[in-house]
């Protein structure tokens, strides 16, 4: 079994920044892929930034050079650096991991992304 504990979320103003962090703790020997989804009111969920065990990373087009995603392997921990965020950014966000180890994906509990104009 794996828990995923997320922070960071909170009210800011439009412009401002905000690190949301997740961290991985249970049985755990690699992680291959972490991510970081997002849901609005009355929206589907949709995927916001992913990175791979490799580093690599990929985003949606409506955050490309605001946000940027990152990890902790020592630590079993994603990071999602949002910068320059817009009223359109509020959300729940929710981390999801996958490891081929456990062929399946875990989710954290999500936490609420408030941007005011």
């Known amino acids: 079994q794996v828990q995923l504990v997320e922070s960071g979320g909170g009210l800011v103003q439009a412009g401002g920044s905000l690190r949301l962090s997740c961290a991985a703790s249970g049985s755990i020997r690699s992680i291959d892929a972490m991510r970081w989804y997002r849901q609005a009111p009355g929206q589907q969920r949709e995927l916001v930034a992913t990175?791979?065990?490799?580093?690599?990373?990929n985003y949606a087009d409506s955050v490309k050079g605001r946000f940027t995603i990152s990890r902790d392997n020592a630590k079993n921990a994603v990071y999602l650096q949002m910068n320059s965020l817009k009223p359109e950014d509020t959300a729940v966000y929710y981390c999801?991991?996958?490891?081929?180890?456990?062929?399946?994906?875990?989710w954290g509990q999500g936490t609420q992304v408030t941007v005011s104009s």
């Open positions: 999801n991991v996958y490891s081929t180890y456990w062929g399946r994906a875990y």
């Open positions: 990175i791979l065990s490799v580093a690599s990373t």
